[in-house]
C-alpha cells in the first residue's frame, strides 16, 4: 500500500505494517506539530514516523541538513535521556536523489534494548524528518526492511 504526506512525500507500507490512526498517534506523543504519518509492524516490533514542515524561502536556503540533523539529535538526547540514550554513529545517504543525513541510536525501554535511526532531508522549502525504531536483536532484518521503504520513497516538489 502507497501512503502520502500531503501530497509531498509517497512511501510503500510493507506487508505487516499498519499505519496508525490520529487517536494512536496521540497517545503515543510521537508526532508533534505539523503533518505526519506513522507506520507500525507489531510482530517486528518497528515502528517508522514520517513528519514534514515547510520552511519560508530564507531559512530553506540558509539551514542545511547537516546543521538540523544535528539540532535533531542534540533535541533527541535531550527527551531520551531516561532511556539510556547512546549516539552510535552519523550516517549520510540518498532518499530520491536528495542527501539525507542523520544518525543511529540506541536506547533502553522498559529493560529491552532499542536501536534508531533519524533522518532529515530537504527538498527547497520541505524538511522531512523520519525517525526508526526497532528492537536491537533483530537489528540486521529490522534495518533491511528501514532501508528498503528509504529506497521506495517519492519526494514532490
Given amino acids: 500500500m502507497r501512503i502520502s504526506i500531503d501530497n509531498k512525500l509517497y512511501m510503500d507500507c510493507p506487508e505487516g505494517f499498519r499505519k496508525l490512526t490520529d487517536e494512536e498517534l496521540q497517545k503515543m506523543n510521537l508526532i508533534a506539530n505539523g503533518k ?6 507489531s510482530e517486528r516490533h518497528i515502528v517508522i514516523t514520517v ?13 542545511g541538513t547537516r546543521e538540523v540533523s544535528g ?3 542534540r533535541q533527541i538526547r535531550k527527551k531520551m535521556k531516561n532511556f539510556s540514550y547512546e549516539w552510535v554513529d552519523n550516517l549520510k545517504r540518498t532518499i530520491d536523489g536528495q542527501v539525507a543525513r542523520g544518525f543511529n541510536y540506541e536506547y533502553l525501554v522498559n529493560g529491552i534494548h532499542m536501536i534508531g535511526q533519524s533522518l532529515v ?8 524528518y523520519i525517525h526508526f525504531y526497532g528492537r536491537k536483536v ?10 528498503e521503504i528509504l529506497d521506495g520513497m517519492v519526494i514532490t516538489e
Avoid at 138 to 147: A, T, Y
Fill in 36 to 41: 505526519g504519518l506513522c507506520i507500525s509492524d
Fill in 51 to 63: 513528519t514534514w514542515t515547510q520552511v519560508n524561502a530564507l531559512s530553506g536556503w540558509l539551514m
Fill in 71 to 73: 539540532s535533531m539529535e
Fill in 121 to 128: 532531508v530537504k527538498m527547497e522549502e520541505n524538511v522531512f
Fill in 138 to 147: 533483530r537489528r540486521e532484518e529490522s534495518l533491511r526492511i528501514f532501508n
